[in-house]
């Protein structure tokens, strides 16, 4: 299995959004990881589908270009050298370019208590979903089919939760497709994109 390391760029052709990982959760104890990603003019607005955290903090600073985001059912801008925290528990959508210039953010994801498990899980799904974008394996969004989407969205529970649905229903319906996806063959990490 390729190791993702600190230094390492992650890119989604389909989403036009590209990463770079600063500090891994490895290196902080579980208790945070930092990256940068960067999004082209006007994209990045379904990068990662509307989610949860039950215990962890998001903040976000936008180095350069517009931002537009969600947080809870308020749609928000920020420019460069503003930050924008996202509290626990609130359903969000992550910044995405909202001008013709592209957009670069300062991702601090920071887990209380610390959650070394739910980071990791949490960057080698973003590793996984664009492997599959550069593989050709994913719509028009860059989301894969819905059996591969249950075993990402699985391996990531608690820590992340998709949009509109408790953990314990997301436990059931994740786990009841994330085990046909295990069957059809579908994975969490694959060797030809690696893991954290």
Not at 2 to 24: C, D, F, M, Y
Request: hydrophobic letters at 35%; aromatic letters at 6%.
């Amino acid at each position: 299995m390729k190791k993702i390391t600190a230094g390492t760029w992650i890119e989604n052709p389909v989403t036009h959004q590209r990463s770079l990982l600063i500090k891994l959760p490895s290196e902080t104890g579980g208790q945070y990881f930092e990256m940068e990603y960067v999004c082209e003019p006007f994209t990045g607005k379904n990068a990662i589908p509307l989610h949860y955290h039950p215990t962890y903090t998001e903040r976000f600073e936008i180095i350069n270009g517009k931002a537009r985001y969600l947080l809870g059912k308020e749609e928000g801008t920020a420019g460069p050298g503003e930050l924008i925290i996202f509290p626990p528990v609130i359903p969000h959508l992550h910044p995405w370019s909202d001008s013709n210039e592209e957009l670069r953010v300062r991702l601090i994801s920071e887990a209380v208590p610390p959650d070394l498990k739910g980071l990791n899980a949490n960057i080698n799904t973003g590793v996984t979903l664009c492997g599959l974008a550069r593989d050709g394996k994913v719509d028009q969004h860059g989301l894969p089919n819905l059996l591969q989407q249950a075993v990402l969205g699985q391996s990531t529970l608690p820590g992340a939760c998709p949009g509109g649905i408790s953990i314990g229903a997301a436990r059931i319906i994740l786990g009841s497709l994330a085990l046909l996806g295990k069957i059809a063959g579908c994975r969490v990490t694959y060797p030809e994109y690696g893991e954290v």
